[in-house]
């Protein structure tokens, strides 16, 4: 079992930049591959960012290559940096787990956080 609690959403002008948390734990989440989805109003939940177990590799959409980074460190925070953001940015942010490998598919993450939403105004 994983618990992911996310972080830090809020309220940001465009060119602005918001660095999201997600508190994971558990026994074995050092296993879990931890990845970024993102949920605007009346769109189906899409993939942002994705780090590996190991932390060695990452994955990203192709409409935040550039813009956004991930990373954890070794208490199994994730970090979603989002630099450069766009009033296309808004929406809904989750923190969701897998085992070892990053995916950029939804169907393949086991858990999910509740969570944090993101507004990006022009």
């Known amino acids: 079992q994983v618990q992911l609690v996310e972080s830090g959403g809020g309220l940001v002008q465009a060119g602005g930049s918001l660095r999201l948390s997600c508190a994971a734990s558990?026994?074995?989440?050092?296993?879990?591959?931890l990845g970024w989805f993102r949920q605007a109003p009346g769109k189906e939940r899409e993939f942002v960012l994705a780090?590996?177990?190991?932390?060695?590799?990452t994955v990203a959409a192709d409409s935040v290559k550039g813009r956004f980074t991930i990373s954890r460190d070794v208490k199994n925070t994730v970090y979603l940096q989002m630099n450069s953001l766009k009033p296309e940015d808004t929406a809904v942010y989750y923190c969701?787990?897998?085992?070892?490998?990053?995916?950029?598919?939804?169907?393949?993450?086991?858990?999910w956080g509740q969570g944090t939403p993101v507004t990006v105004s022009s």
């Open positions: 558990g026994r074995t989440v050092s296993s879990y591959a």
């Open positions: 969701a787990a897998r085992k070892y490998s990053t995916s950029s598919d939804v169907h393949e993450y086991d858990y």
């Open positions: 780090i590996n177990w190991l932390g060695s590799s």
